[in-house]
């Protein structure tokens, strides 16, 4: 069964930039996969960040950014904030309706 | 402005079957593309993708979930259910709905979400 992946949790300075990264277990994540990304802050409802690979949702800050890296769907901030510190999901559509969310990576900003 | 909101028991105790009832404003499932999604969170976890209806009722399930669960809509009570049967306590989570456009595949808005907990 495929698995989408995500590193389970990383770091950036303030000001700094990451690039968290979301794969497949086996093959590559393309355009075709629809990558999409989504902020969570604890006890809240996720909030939808980034689609079809690279489009800002409506109010998003343009410091986040959505990319394909090699065969990896990409999130990247770029001069990160305090308030960034949440869990991040990226979502792959992997055909015949079906969607599937990788682990989560927690980021933290310190 | 289109909004969801998710209702159903806070508590069930295992073997039962739980119904979610998702209740949406500003968009309607007989206008073409539209879809309803549902998402879950067990708590300290990741999410999960469960479910999803279209507006022309094509249905669509988690491979590992499908034998418990069925997706239905009330396009005149702007509402989707979603029953899931057998319930266990690892089952115990936030459960989302959310709308999703036919063709983007991403969930553009999303309801507040209710907590199940699943315990004798």
């Known amino acids: 069964q495929t698995v989408v992946t995500q590193e389970p949790s990383f770091s950036v300075s303030p000001g700094g930039t990451v690039t968290l990264t979301c794969g497949l277990s086996s093959g590559s994540v393309s355009t075709n996969s629809f990558p999409s990304w989504y902020q969570q802050t604890p006890g809240q409802a996720p909030r939808t960040l980034i689609y079809t690979t690279n489009t800002l949702s409506s109010g998003v800050p343009d410091r986040f950014s959505g990319s394909i890296l090699g065969n990896k769907a990409a999130l990247t901030i770029t001069g990160a904030q305090a308030d960034d510190e949440s869990d991040y999901y990226c979502?792959?559509?992997?055909?015949?309706?079906?969607?599937?969310f990788g682990g989560g990576t927690k980021l933290t900003v310190l | 402005q289109v909004t969801l909101r998710e209702s159903g028991p806070a508590l069930v105790k295992p073997t039962q079957t739980l119904t979610l009832t998702c209740t949406f404003s500003?968009?309607?499932?007989?206008?073409?593309?539209?879809?309803v999604t549902w998402i879950r969170q067990p708590p300290g976890k990741a999410l999960e993708w469960l479910a999803r209806?279209?507006?022309?009722?094509?249905?669509y399930y988690s491979t590992s979930l499908k034998t418990r669960l069925t997706i239905s809509k009330d396009t005149s009570k702007n509402q989707v259910v979603l029953t899931m049967t057998n319930m266990d306590p690892v089952d115990t989570a936030t459960y989302y709905c959310?709308?999703?456009?036919?063709?983007?595949?991403?969930?553009?808005?999303w309801g507040q979400g209710t907590l199940v907990t699943v315990s004798s």
């Open positions: 209806i279209d507006w022309d009722d094509d249905k």
């Open positions: 500003g968009f309607s499932l007989s206008t073409s593309r539209m879809c």
């Open positions: 959310a709308r999703i456009r036919s063709g983007s595949y991403f969930f553009d808005s």
């Open positions: 979502v792959l559509y992997m055909g015949s309706g079906i969607s599937l």
